[in-house]
């Protein structure tokens, strides 16, 4: 079963350009999250979609926002880019069925350098 | 509010020896706990979990250790190995029926030395 697929692997953009970020899920996975790490932050929660619904959102800004499609694929899109939002950027794939644990597959990530 | 705490940012094992990762939380409705273990340039991998109503569960060489009434969890790996070198994060995950979001602690970079 091929895993979680994020494309492009590493960018680079400047202050006030805007950046779409794609995920592909496990085949399967209803559910999708996005996630930022940065040094000494973490992982920090972007947001989550189901069935091509926002469930769950963190405390980003409104610069960041997402969306997925009916094929369970979604992307994520930060506009007004700014040097605090270089980061590598997760998605995550879940099947979400009844009582499951939570656990999320990972992709490798999107590596944003905003300069 | 950050509700999963790893406290200690790195730790150095020897290789052979015991590593153990801790993590602390504040809210009592999760459900279960994860540990997730990171190489540089790669995404997270799940290690192992323990659901709320566990306090061990073991697998291989990893072992998690649940302590409800201190709110901390702890892993263990024994023995420790050079390719467990990799920063672990803890998680948490608390299910509402329709939805759930897994919480992550800041992580803790472990090196294990030859």
């Known amino acids: 079963k091929a895993g979680v697929t994020q494309t492009p692997r590493y960018l680079i953009k400047t202050r006030g350009q805007q950046v779409t970020l794609s995920c592909s899920p496990i085949s399967g996975h209803r559910s999708v999250s996005w996630y930022q790490q940065t040094p000494g932050q973490g992982l920090q929660f972007l947001f989550e979609?189901?069935?091509?619904?926002?469930?769950n959102k963190g405390n980003f800004p409104g610069r960041f926002s997402g969306r997925q499609f009916s094929n369970s694929r979604s992307e994520m899109n930060v506009s007004t880019l700014e040097l605090g939002d270089s980061a590598l950027y997760l998605c995550?794939?879940?099947?979400?069925?009844?009582?499951?644990?939570?656990?999320?597959?990972f992709g490798e990530g999107s590596r944003l350098t905003v300069l | 509010d950050q509700q999963v705490k790893q406290n200690s940012p790195s730790l150095s094992v020897q290789e052979g020896r015991i590593s153990i990762l801790n993590c602390d939380y504040t809210?009592?409705?999760?459900?279960?706990f994860l540990w997730y273990k990171k190489y540089p340039a790669e995404g997270p991998t799940f290690l192992i979990s323990?659901?709320?109503?566990?306090d061990k569960n073991e697998d291989g060489r990893f072992t998690v250790f649940l302590n409800k009434s201190a709110k901390h969890l702890s892993l263990h790996i024994v023995p420790s190995q050079p390719g467990d070198s990799a920063v672990y994060f803890c998680?948490?995950?608390?299910?509402?029926?329709?939805?759930?979001?897994?919480?992550f602690g800041t992580g803790t970079r472990l090196q294990v030395t030859l």
């Open positions: 323990i659901s709320s109503i566990k």
């Open positions: 998680a948490a995950s608390r299910w509402t029926g329709t939805a759930s979001k897994l919480t």
């Open positions: 809210n009592s409705m999760f459900d279960y």
């Open positions: 995550a794939s879940s099947s979400r069925d009844l009582g499951d644990t939570g656990e999320l597959f």
């Open positions: 979609y189901f069935s091509e619904t926002q469930r």
